[in-house]
């Protein structure tokens, strides 16, 4: 299958107790998603003087996903940050502070894939089931003779979900449209991960 797009970010709230969501948030407009697995090690089973099994499991990874924006409505629940309003001279101003107080959930993220297969555009749903972001990290240059495009992205860990059988990604088939992609994230992020 040939990736030929990115789109719909979404994330929602992760309770580890009940293996629940809380709902699908759009994150912004996708520009990347880079999904990096961290290699486990081969456990093998020897016999006979020869390997004769084995077997090597998910150890975690890294999602680093990139959006034309990050605001403020995505900021506050995604790394648990404060908002708040202050009164500076006779301005209304509204801000973000990262302090103490700031408790980074889990959560889950995904997004769909537009594939092309056989000269037939497809959308395909992707989701992570429990990541937890770390701070975004900025990179900020002054305006020159031309605009040059510095948008958000933000990294995070990607662990196994607290399921019965510990799943940490899932896949739909291949739908004929965006809105049945979105649709299937949807009901993901509104139901138990049990899998």
């Known amino acids: 299958m040939a990736s030929i797009g990115l789109s719909k970010p979404y994330f929602s709230v992760y309770t580890e107790s009940t293996g629940a969501y809380a709902g699908a948030t759009l994150m912004g407009k996708a520009t990347t998603w880079e999904l990096s697995l961290d290699s486990g090690s081969d456990n093998v089973l020897y016999g006979d ?55 980074v959930p ?24 429990k990541v937890k972001f770390s701070n975004l990290a900025e990179s900020l240059e002054t305006q020159g003779e031309t605009i040059t495009w510095n948008t958000p992205t933000i990294e995070g860990a990607v662990s ?36």
């Open 49 to 103: 003087n020869a390997p004769a099994e084995s077997e090597t499991q998910f150890a975690g990874g890294t999602i680093a996903i990139g959006t034309t924006e990050l605001d403020a409505s995505v900021i506050v629940p995604l790394l648990g940050v404060t908002k708040t309003t202050e009164t500076i001279g006779t301005a209304s101003v509204e801000g973000l502070h990262y302090d103490d107080r700031q408790a």
């Open 106 to 129: 889990y959560v889950g993220v995904a997004a769909i894939r537009k594939a092309m297969i056989g000269g037939v555009v497809k959308y395909q749903a992707i989701m992570l089931n």
């Open 160 to 195: 196994k979900d607290d399921s019965t059988y510990h799943e940490w990604k899932k896949e739909s088939g291949l739908l004929a449209t965006e809105a049945e992609a979105i649709a299937v994230i949807t009901a993901w992020m509104a139901a138990p991960t049990e899998g």
